[in-house]
């Protein structure tokens, strides 16, 4: 997404368009800004679960909102952000991104237009996968029942723990509902970057911050609704008897976290879409005709990306492969390398003697 910023500014740059250009690297700008603080969160959140799971395999997850609801509402902020959905901050400089793609359609060069239009749709490719992508891990990792029985049972980190993560949420909202300020500050960076474009700040570019603002607003507004309105059912149903069953029964008469969805079965159907670029991988013991009684089994299945597997890891095995002829340099011995630095110097200097370099 960063770098179909950047393209968009350097095509601005290239047609004298100066709207192109602020919305492409102000864009790109501010969405490394926005990476910094999503990832942060993403990152802070997956650290309180492995503190407290100590695992890092979501399908051996599950059902963590009941014991680490604080940790979860933080997962699932950063989860909405980095899938660009209002009214956080990761949907500002997708906004700005995608209104410099469509700027971009003005342009006379009918290659330029083809190149953003299919840049349109990857980035919406990339925001489709994106949501689906936390969905499932929020889903697997949160949702749903324990699926192995801990020796420990989790709870809620310390708020040392938490105090970064509301820290990083201020910082987010402030990106989404004040994102004038972020504007500002992006067009005097973007001014002084000393380029062919014209130094005077597009007015349209200041006042975009406006309906930024205005669309992170609609958006509480809604979630606002939605809070409200849920808060009125509970208030009405308050005194009523209400009975908990399983999510997913299905007719089941004593249902376990083996029927329920892993994060592999969320993403099958996705995964059959791009099964072109897909190796599935599936591990387990075939059922042999002689077992009356089939004995316990295991079954691992899980997707390798084409490219990786059959490309780019021939390639760099082959490398490494190469590579450890010469791993007779790293000795460990410190005179060796401060040999390998002088032996540098002297070539160095005997190629500069000669005008070679």
């Known amino acids: 997404i960063i770098g179909i910023g950047i393209g968009i500014g350097l095509i601005g740059l290239g047609n004298n368009s100066p709207m192109m250009y602020y919305l492409g690297f102000g864009g790109a700008l501010l969405h490394v800004l926005n990476h910094s603080l999503f990832k942060s969160l993403l990152f802070y959140s997956a650290g309180s679960v492995y503190q407290q799971t100590h695992t890092r395999d979501m399908e051996k997850l599950g059902g963590l909102i009941k014991h680490m609801p604080k940790t979860a509402l933080m997962f699932l902020i950063g989860a909405i ?3 660009g959905i209002p009214p956080f901050n990761g949907f500002v400089s997708e906004f700005i991104i995608y209104n410099g793609l469509i700027e971009g359609i003005k342009l006379n060069s009918l290659s330029q237009i083809s190149l953003l239009v299919l840049s349109i749709a990857g980035l919406s490719i990339i925001g489709g996968l994106s949501i689906i992508t936390f969905t499932k891990s ?4 949160f949702l749903g029942n324990e ?4 020796e420990h049972q989790p709870h809620e980190v310390s708020l040392i723990m938490l105090l970064p993560q509301y820290i990083i949420i201020a910082l987010m909202l402030s990106v989404a509902f004040v994102p004038k300020l972020y504007m500002n500050m992006l067009s005097h960076l973007i001014q002084g970057m000393g380029t062919s474009v014209p130094s005077m700040i ?3 570019f200041i006042n975009f911050s406006y ?3 205005n669309i992170s607003i609609y958006s509480a507004i809604f979630i606002g609704i939605i ?4 808060a009125i059912r509970v208030m009405i149903t308050k005194n009523k008897v209400k009975e908990k069953q399983t999510t997913w029964g299905c007719g089941y008469t004593v249902p376990n976290s083996r029927m329920q969805y892993t994060g592999k079965s969320f993403t099958k159907p996705l995964g059959k879409i791009f099964n072109f670029v897909l190796i599935e991988n599936k591990q387990y013991c075939e059922l042999k005709n002689t077992e009356t009684f089939p004995k316990k089994r295991k079954y691992v299945s899980y997707y390798l990306d084409f490219f990786e597997e059959r490309i780019i890891g021939p390639i760099i095995r082959r490398l490494v492969y190469t590579a450890n002829y010469f791993t007779f340099f790293q000795n460990g011995r410190m005179q060796s390398y401060v040999l390998y630095g002088i032996i540098v110097i002297v070539v160095v200097f005997i190629l500069t003697v000669l005008n070679v370099i």
């Open 202 to 204: 597009p007015v349209g």
């Open 81 to 83: 952000a980095i899938g």
């Open 227 to 230: 809070l409200i309105s849920y």
């Open 147 to 150: 699926r192995e029985t801990k």
């Open 138 to 141: 929020f889903g697997t990792i």
């Open 211 to 213: 309906t930024l603002a």
